[in-house]
């Protein structure tokens, strides 16, 4: 009988998982039987679902991982992602070399999935690198995918006066008595 906390694993687990952990339990069982033949044999739906999970958090060495499908990236996410590196280059320039390969199909993730227009991409490439802030931050094309709509929506606001305003500056009267007696 399987425990409740199994019985909800076996439910999420999808076909392709039970049967990695399958055929990992089958050939753990074929080394057992080999090494020692007085290793006890475990009932085949509670093994399943212990080496499901094992399997698919990839605690297992050598246990396949679940692969994702992305498009390919166009040449327009390639030229992004160098885009992007440039402009970061031109603030860091010991900048390790990334995985354009990888930073592309974030860029083509964007493009496609997220709906976002080219010249805004371009647009908000500059900006995020020539902010103060946000040219720590973004060091990779998935970082920029991450905080575009907060990098947008702050692009938008209007600049911040550098000048203090009263209430920041609030002088002492002994000290603007001082001053107006200096200045006569």
């Known amino acids: 009988m399987l425990a409740p906390d199994e019985n909800k694993?076996?439910?999420?687990?999808n076909p392709q998982s039970k049967e990695i952990?399958?055929?990992?339990?089958?050939?753990?069982?074929?080394?057992?039987r080999e090494?020692?033949?007085?290793?006890?044999?475990?009932?085949?739906?509670?093994?399943?679902?212990?080496?499901a999970v094992s399997s698919f958090s990839g605690n297992r060495q050598g246990a396949a991982q679940p692969q994702t499908a992305t498009a390919p990236s166009s040449p327009l996410a390639q030229a992004l992602a160098k885009?992007?590196?440039?402009a970061i280059r031109q603030h860091l320039p010991?900048?390790?070399?990334p995985d354009l390969g990888t930073w592309a199909e974030v860029f083509q993730q964007m493009l496609?999935?997220?709906?976002?227009?080219?010249?805004?991409?371009?647009?908000?490439?500059?900006?995020?690198?020539?902010?103060?802030f946000w040219q720590s931050v973004i060091l990779d094309a998935k970082k920029f995918r991450q905080h575009f709509d907060q990098m947008a929506a702050q692009q938008q606001r209007p600049a911040r006066s550098q000048v203090p305003?009263?209430?920041?500056?609030?002088?002492?009267?002994?000290l603007?008595?001082?001053?107006?007696q200096e200045a006569q």
Do not use: H
């Open 9 to 13: 694993v076996n439910q999420v687990i």
């Open 94 to 97: 010991r900048l390790r070399q």
């Open 165 to 174: 305003t009263k209430a920041q500056v609030i002088i002492p009267s002994w």
């Open 35 to 51: 090494s020692s033949p007085s290793v006890p044999k475990v009932a085949d739906d509670q093994s399943s679902a212990v080496l």
């Open 176 to 180: 603007r008595e001082q001053e107006a």
């Open 21 to 32: 952990a399958n055929q990992t339990k089958r050939e753990y069982q074929k080394s057992t």
């Open 83 to 86: 885009e992007l590196l440039v």
């Open 112 to 132: 496609t999935v997220d709906q976002r227009a080219v010249s805004e991409l371009r647009q908000l490439i500059a900006w995020s690198q020539q902010d103060s």
